[in-house]
């Protein structure tokens, strides 16, 4: 157990839907990495928030958006779902946002999305 | 980050030691070499780290070459538990990084009984 929660662990809907994805981080732990993994991409780097403020951008779509809230927890909102965005959905903690210090990452189990 | 190679998959008999070669030729002064796995999509944990140094933790140990272009996750005596895709990361460390982590496809590792 690596201390990081993810809800839910799957997610059925369909197309042109959106939904919101949950993350809560270890407990002391300041940034949040997203990363979406799917069949034909692989793992892939979606967004980094740290301390509630954007740290770093991958490829993530348009159509997605991520915030951190106070309490540390972060949700990922995906909207206009396609098939495409079928996928699992990590969520990661570390306890900084890089910097001068190794950097460690504490990933979650996912959330399996399944757009229909 | 510089760009890791890594061989596809790879096996290995339960109870030897898994040799995991990954080719990071552009790695830079300021890079760390990171060692994830992920076990039949679970998230992603961490294996080991190293920056210019031999290092060994409870898991495993990580060789790096001299010139670092290249290093070596060795398992010692691989399990059954070990079955996974094992990714090796390079990734910068200092005022610019941002602590983000770029996969590449890794190797799959098949322990064998």
């Known amino acids: 157990d690596s201390g990081v929660t993810q809800t839910p662990k799957h997610l059925i809907t369909a197309t042109g839907q959106r939904v919101t994805l949950r993350c809560s981080p270890r407990s002391g732990d300041l940034s949040v990495y997203w990363y979406q993994q799917s069949l034909d991409q692989g793992l892939q780097f979606l967004i980094q928030?740290?301390?509630?403020?954007?740290?770093a951008k991958g490829n993530i779509l348009e159509r997605f958006s991520a915030q951190q809230f106070p309490d540390l927890h972060s949700e990922l909102n995906l909207s206009s779902l396609e098939l495409g965005d079928s996928a699992l959905y990590f969520c990661a903690s570390s306890p900084n946002g890089g910097g001068t210090a190794y950097n460690e990452q504490f990933f979650g189990p996912g959330t399996r999305l399944t757009v229909l | 980050d510089a760009k890791t190679t890594q061989p596809t998959s790879m096996d290995c008999a339960e109870g030897r030691a898994a040799n995991l070669p990954c080719n990071h030729s552009t790695i830079s002064g300021n890079e760390y070499v990171y060692w994830y796995r992920q076990i039949h999509s679970q998230g992603p944990q961490y294996i080991i780290h190293?920056?210019?140094n031999n290092e060994t933790n409870e898991m495993a140990s990580l060789i790096i070459t001299e010139d670092r272009k290249s290093s070596t996750l060795i398992l010692p005596h691989a399990t059954l538990r070990d079955t996974a895709v094992y990714y090796c990361i390079v990734s910068r460390w200092g005022s610019s990084n941002t602590g983000k982590l770029i996969f590449g496809q890794g190797t799959t590792l098949q322990v064998k009984p």
């Open positions: 928030y740290y301390n509630g403020e954007e740290r």
């Open positions: 190293g920056l210019k």
